[in-house]
C-alpha cells in the first residue's frame, strides 16, 4: 500500500479528486464519461503536470477490454452506468457509448495499492471491489 495515493472511482466533475489533491496526496482519477476525464484533466492541468494526478478514461470492470456505457444526459451524467435503465433513471435520455475497461487488479498493478479507494460507479461498485485480491487491500 502507497500511504499518499488515492484512487477516485468515477471522479465525475473531479470535487472529490480536488479534496484529495488538496490534503496532499497523490491521485488516479479513473472516469468513464471521455468528456467529463478531459474536464478533470484540463481543471487540474497543473497537477498533471506534475505527476500528482493521472486521470483515466476508462470505466472499472471485470477485465481489461471495453464495454458498452450508458451516459446519462441533464444531470451532469451522475447516473452514467453500465446498465441502460439506470442512467435513464427520472425520464432521462441516455447516449450509447464504447469504452475501454481496466480491472481493479491491472489498475493496481500498474499504480500501486492505494491508501484510500473512493468507489461511486452507480451499482456497479461490486466490479471493482470483488476484484481486489485480499493481500493488497486499501486501509
Known amino acids: ?12 466533475n473531479g470535487d472529490d ?3 484529495y489533491l488538496r490534503r496532499g496526496f497523490r491521485v488516479v482519477a479513473v472516469e468513464a464519461v471521455p468528456e467529463y476525464a478531459r474536464e478533470v484533466q484540463d481543471r487540474f492541468r497543473t ?3 506534475t505527476g500528482t494526478l493521472t486521470v483515466l478514461p476508462v470505466a472499472v470492470g471485470e477485465q481489461d477490454g ?9 444531470n451532469r451524467g451522475v447516473w452514467s452506468s453500465f446498465d441502460a435503465e439506470g442512467a ?5 435520455k441516455a447516449t450509447r457509448i464504447t ?15 492505494p491508501y484510500y ?9 461490486h466490479l471493482c471491489l470483488s476484484g481486489i485480491d485480499p493481500d493488497d487491500q486499501p486501509q
Open 99 to 113: 469504452v475501454p475497461t481496466r480491472s481493479i487488479r491491472s489498475l493496481f498493478a500498474e499504480y500501486g495499492v
Open 66 to 74: 471495453s464495454t458498452e456505457f450508458f451516459v446519462s444526459e441533464g
Open 17 to 19: 479528486t480536488g479534496y
Open 88 to 92: 435513464r433513471k427520472n425520464g432521462l
Open 117 to 125: 479507494l473512493k468507489v461511486d460507479i452507480e451499482g456497479f461498485d
Open 47 to 49: 497537477y498533471v503536470e
Open 1 to 12: 500500500m502507497i500511504k499518499d495515493l488515492v484512487f477516485d472511482i468515477g471522479a465525475n
